[in-house]
């Protein structure tokens, strides 16, 4: 009977009270995530510059109301190449994701649907990929399909795709095993009906979140790759590419540095505490 | 209670008369506990209604008040009020708390700390989570002896060993070296209660101390607190179960929305209960009532169970079978059911040890026995949710468990099956409405091109399976996960009612359940079996359930059936000592 009343307990007061308002993070996450959306489809909207536009006249100026970031080397408006390069990175992130819950969507339906055979060879498959650190693994396939902004994304999916897999096994097999799904047998209903209307929807729908939460890191790893001189290269306007054009005027001139990096993370930032939002909000629902 | 300004003014007034003033408390002794006009509620202080609304009471030493209520009427929270635990946003008022003699309002949490364990214990319901997994549990209770006594090591263990040997653990020495899932579910809840009184509070608070346990255990646990009664610790029980604190409460409070509406001496308020709340909790009480007697007096129309959920069908006959009323009147057969479980040591287990019985139409088989006896393994054999190492399941006299699943299909909708927790077996996505609708809507895939002519059908169907079970259209939208223990039940017999059963498994189907919610529960199965001509296997560790529903019973033991026949035969003349073992445990109400 305690179980009850904490049962009832618990569902009555976060239901009611914090879910359904939204946190300061989160508004802050909103407004940035909004204001990167802007960026990324209309660039000119936020920042009217040309981002390549050099005017050396004007390098290495400190942040002041005429250049918010300041100038890098060349004379161009930091602010405006960070907001130009927005549009690069949310879409390298996104494909990343993209590629790397669909290739673990795919080895996960396989461990986790057909039996302890398959099972055991992804298993073994994905423990071998788990043995390299993620970039390491961007790195080796970099390292056959040579530099460049298709490659790092590819890259970059390849390397979160085994987390996402294992995820979504445990997420099927959780689910199969549910008294729920017990219940739909015991009415009748043949596996494949199960399967699509129960199994799949309550497992797949952590990905969503797991997906928001994963564009902040892809990002961050594309840039790494950038950063490395592996992904956009200079001058283009890609902050990880940024972030590595500045490092060598890191004493005189931070802000060249400073104001990709703040970028990069904040949006990983916001990917994250937005993705937290829509988690509790959906275990609530 | 909703008026804000009885609120503020907790007057005399909200105190109803009954025995205020508890008759057996010696003068000069120090009560236990004394809580005069106990007022609790959460939230902004003064903003919402009381969770408790002026709560009187008091514990002598050598004396149990039993405190007595249904989910929700605010036992737990006066239990915790007492150890300073109501919750951050919890306000807490009295006129009158104190604890061994001393005043305990507004105490800090240092304060409190000092104090609990000392002055007060507390045992729960759940010992397995109460107790530090990782650690032996003799370390546990030393924790709360280094705490408050400057006692060494040495000292330590032996009150330790001096606790677990007054909780009459077996072998003492040896258990308190164990951790908490090594011990059973018994053995847990005596080292929860060594650990409580390991430094001889005045006041031990049990708050359903045992309402995880199997019957025997229950007893023995209740033998313990009786014990350590007469050694002179006050006692606070704490239960929804008045035939349980019946066994060693010397007064019954009965507590109603945070109201004691009824106090006095135990036998009082059990044989000549005043109010209708306690009543109705004593008439809900199964143990000893005949079959078909109404559990819950207070709805006292019976439920006229339409069968408008299967219309398009004759009623009193299902789909695609119309010869079965010459079929045998075996509906469910088990012959010799054997399944063996490897344990995770890689030796074998006999969960169910050549079970065999029949379920008559339109009676009820009751299997009873503790937790591991295999009763649900049996019930999953039944439903061929696991495949028997040896022996057949015959459904209406055809093969069900030697089958292909694929053919058992066609059988399936003759089986409606009743989960002890209902939540779990409900698809968290879906509202009650697709939880029934995929139900009535059978194998049959009813998407796209199938019209609407059938999904208005289907509703109908839906709404008669609502008011067959007795619950409102409004529930329709709402999710599982917000609705009472009871309206999960009543909806999940409405989803096992959807194809037109001849056969209902239920496993457990009342046992998480309040006494009160259960006797409606009860009684609703009771009405169903008699008007759809149901046949029930009805499973349960609770003796008294198993007599009240059952015209057979079978009792397991170790994955055995070890007595079977009538019910009335079987509670009356028991013949194999473990049936008579535990008929002797069950808690009853009157000597």
């Known amino acids: ?109 396989l461990a986790g649907m057909l039996g302890p055979v398959v099972d055991f060879t992804v298993n073994r498959f994905l423990e071998v990929l788990f043995a390299f650190p993620g970039l390491l693994l961007a790195l080796l396939f970099i390292l056959i399909f040579g530099p460049g902004v298709a490659t790092a994304t590819v890259a970059v999916g390849l390397a979160t795709a085994p987390g996402y897999a294992r995820i ?63 992904g956009a290269a200079p001058p283009a306007a890609e902050w990880g590419a940024m972030l590595a054009a500045g490092r060598t005027y890191i004493g005189s001139a931070w802000w060249m540095s400073f104001f990709p990096g703040l970028f990069i993370v904040l949006t990983a930032v916001s990917a994250t505490a937005l993705g937290r939002g829509i988690e509790r909000r959906m275990r609530h629902a | 209670m909703s008026d804000e300004t009885d609120v503020g003014v907790p007057g005399a007034a909200s105190v109803t008369g009954a025995g205020e003033g508890p008759g057996g408390v010696a003068a000069g002794v120090a009560p236990a506990v004394r809580v005069r006009n106990l007022v609790v509620g959460f939230g902004p202080k003064d903003g919402a209604d009381p969770v408790l609304n002026g709560v009187s009471f008091e514990v002598a030493p050598g004396e149990c008040l039993a405190i007595v209520g249904e989910s929700g009427s605010g036992k737990s929270v006066t239990a915790r009020s007492l150890l300073g635990l109501a919750g951050d946003n919890a306000w807490v008022r009295a006129d009158e708390l104190s604890l061994a003699g001393s005043d305990v309002q507004n105490l800090s949490e240092a304060q409190w700390r000092r104090r ?97 346990l199997d019957v025997t255990v229950q007893a023995q646990i209740l033998d313990l607190l009786a014990t350590l009664k007469r050694a002179g610790t006050g006692i606070l029980l704490i239960s929804h179960d008045l035939a349980v604190v019946g066994r060693i409460a010397d007064r019954i409070a009965v507590l109603c929305d945070g ?14 209960p005043r109010h209708p709340v306690t009543r109705t909790m004593i008439a809900a009480i199964p143990v000893d009532k005949p079959r078909g007697l109404r559990l819950n007096p207070r709805a006292a129309e019976p439920v006229l169970p339409s069968l408008s959920y299967q219309s398009g069908v004759a009623p009193g006959s299902s789909p695609d079978d119309c010869d079965r009323d010459t079929s045998p009147t075996t509906v469910l057969e088990a012959i010799g059911l054997v399944k063996r479980f490897t344990r995770p040591d890689g030796s074998e287990q006999l969960a169910v040890d050549s079970v065999s019985f029949r379920l008559e139409r339109g009676t009820t088989l009751g299997i009873v026995g503790e937790s591991g006896s295999g009763k649900t393994t049996s019930a999953r054999l039944a439903l061929a949710l696991t495949r028997p190492d040896a022996g057949e399941v015959r459904v209406l006299g055809q093969a069900f468990s030697a089958v292909p699943e694929k053919e058992r299909r066609a059988l399936r909708p003759h089986l409606g099956a009743v989960y002890q927790d209902a939540l779990s077996s409900f698809d968290p996505r879906l509202s009650v409405e697709q939880v029934l609708r995929d139900a009535v809507a059978g194998g049959a895939r ?27 259209q409004g529930l329709l939208g ?59 296997l009805f499973i349960s560790h609770d003796l008294g359930v198993i007599q009240h529903v059952s015209d057979q019973v079978a009792v397991m033991l170790d994955g055995r059936i070890v007595e079977t026949g009538a019910t009335a035969r079987v509670f009356a003349a028991p013949e194999h000592p473990y049936t008579q073992a535990l008929l002797g445990a069950v808690p009853r109400i009157g000597f």
């Open chain 1, 1 to 109: 009977m305690s179980d009850l009343e904490i049962q009832a307990g618990l569902g009555r007061s976060p239901r009611t009270s914090p879910s359904h308002r939204f946190g300061v993070a989160e508004v802050l996450a909103g407004l940035f995530g909004l204001f990167l959306i802007t960026a990324a489809l209309f660039p000119a909207l936020v920042a009217p510059g040309d981002p390549l536009g050099i005017d050396p006249l004007s390098a290495f100026q400190t942040p002041s109301p005429a250049h918010w970031f300041g100038t890098d080397e060349s004379g161009r408006d930091i602010y405006t190449r960070v907001s130009h390069g927005t549009g690069s990175s949310l879409l390298i992130g996104t494909l990343a994701t993209m590629i790397g819950l669909g290739l673990g969507l795919v080895l996960g339906t």
């Open chain 1, 168 to 230: 979504i096994r445990g997420q099927l097999i959780l689910v199969r095993s549910s008294a729920f799904v017990e219940a739909a047998t015991v009415l009748g209903r043949s596996p494949g009906r199960i399967l699509v209307r129960h199994v799949l929807p309550n497992a797949l729908a952590p990905l969503f979140v797991l997906g928001t939460l994963g564009i902040g890191q892809a990002i961050v790893w594309a840039s790494a790759l950038s950063y490395l001189g592996l």
């Open chain 2, 446 to 472: 009813r998407t796209g091109r199938v019209g609407a002519s059938a999904g208005a059908a289907d509703r109908l169907r839906v709404l008669g399976l609502l008011e067959a079970v007795g619950l409102p």
């Open chain 2, 116 to 212: 609990r364990g000392r002055d007060v214990g507390l045992v729960v319901q759940d010992a397995l989570v109460s107790l530090d997994p990782l650690r032996p549990v003799g370390r546990e209770i030393a924790d709360s002896l280094r705490l408050h006594t400057r006692l060494d090591a040495a000292a330590r263990h032996t009150r330790v060993l001096e606790a677990l040997e007054r909780v009459g653990l077996p072998d003492a020495g040896n258990a308190m070296r164990k951790r908490s899932g090594e011990l059973s579910g018994g053995q847990r809840q005596r080292a929860l209660i060594a650990a409580a009184i390991a430094l001889d509070p005045p006041l031990l608070i049990a708050d359903e101390p045992t309402t995880a």
């Open chain 2, 478 to 536: 709402r999710r599982p996960l917000s609705l009472s223990g009871g309206q999960r039940q009543r909806v999940s017999i409405a989803r096992a009612l959807a194809s037109g059963p001849q056969i209902l498994i239920c496993d457990e189907p009342v046992s998480s359940l309040d006494v009160t919610v259960q006797a409606q529960v009860l009684d609703l199965l009771d009405e169903l079996q008699r008007n759809l001509g149901l046949s029930l």
């Open chain 2, 259 to 272: 109201r004691i509406v009824e106090q006095g001496p135990a036998d009082e308020v059990l044989t000549r």
